[in-house]
C-alpha cells in the first residue's frame, strides 16, 4: 500500500496541474503598455470623429454631419462589437470545460487519473476490494 498511495497522489498532482490556466502572466510593462495604447487610441478615434464632423460641415447641413457622424461611429462600435464576439465564441470553442465546483474538479480530476484501470479491476475483484478497503480505513485513520 505504502508503494500505491504515492502514485495515486502524484497522478493527482499531475492531473489538476495539467489543466490550462485561465490566467495570463503579464508583467507591469506589459499591462502599462496596453493601458497606453488603449488611451491614444481612443484619443486617436476621438481626433478621427472630430476631423469626420468638420468635414462634413463643410459639405453638408449641421444635423446632416452630426448624422454621418454618428452613423460612421455607430458602424465603427458594431464592427468592433462583432469582431470581438467572434473572438469570444473563438477562444470558448479552443478552451476546455472547466468544472465550476471544485467537488466536480475533484472527480474529473480522479476520473483521469484512474482512467485505465478498469480492466485490472475487474480481473482482480478480490484484490481490488481488499485495497478500496485498506485506503479507506487509512483514510479514516489519518481524518480522525
Request: net charge neutral.
Given at each position: 500500500?505504502?508503494i500505491?498511495?504515492?502514485?495515486?497522489?502524484?497522478?493527482?498532482?499531475?492531473?489538476?496541474?495539467?489543466?490550462?490556466?485561465?490566467?495570463?502572466g503579464?508583467?507591469?510593462?506589459?499591462?502599462?503598455?496596453?493601458?497606453?495604447?488603449?488611451?491614444?487610441?481612443?484619443?486617436?478615434?476621438?481626433?478621427?470623429f472630430?476631423?469626420?464632423?468638420d468635414?462634413?460641415?463643410?459639405?453638408?447641413?449641421?444635423?446632416?454631419?452630426?448624422?454621418?457622424?454618428?452613423?460612421?461611429?455607430?458602424?465603427?462600435?458594431?464592427?468592433?462589437?462583432?469582431?470581438?464576439?467572434?473572438?469570444e465564441?473563438?477562444?470558448?470553442?479552443?478552451?476546455?470545460?472547466?468544472?465550476?465546483?471544485?467537488?466536480?474538479a475533484?472527480?474529473?480530476?480522479?476520473?483521469?487519473?484512474?482512467?485505465?484501470?478498469?480492466?485490472?479491476?475487474?480481473?482482480?475483484?478480490?484484490?481490488?476490494?481488499?485495497?478500496?478497503?485498506?485506503?479507506?480505513?487509512?483514510?479514516?485513520?489519518?481524518?480522525?
Amino acid at each position: 500500500m505504502a508503494i500505491i498511495q504515492p502514485m495515486v497522489a502524484q497522478l493527482l498532482i499531475n492531473s489538476v496541474l495539467s489543466r490550462k490556466s485561465k490566467a495570463r502572466g503579464r508583467s507591469k510593462a506589459e499591462f502599462l503598455l496596453l493601458v497606453s495604447s488603449g488611451f491614444m487610441s481612443l484619443v486617436g478615434i476621438v481626433f478621427l470623429f472630430v476631423a469626420l464632423y468638420d468635414w462634413a460641415m463643410l459639405h453638408y447641413a449641421a444635423w446632416m454631419a452630426a448624422v454621418i457622424t454618428g452613423g460612421v461611429g455607430l458602424a465603427v462600435g458594431m464592427t468592433f462589437a462583432a469582431i470581438a464576439g467572434g473572438m469570444e465564441a473563438e477562444r470558448k470553442r479552443h478552451e476546455p470545460e472547466q468544472a465550476e465546483d471544485p467537488g466536480e474538479a475533484l472527480l474529473a480530476a480522479i476520473d483521469r487519473a484512474t482512467h485505465g484501470l478498469e480492466k485490472p479491476i475487474a480481473d482482480n475483484p478480490r484484490t481490488s476490494v481488499l485495497l478500496a478497503s485498506l485506503a479507506g480505513y487509512m483514510t479514516g485513520n489519518k481524518l480522525h
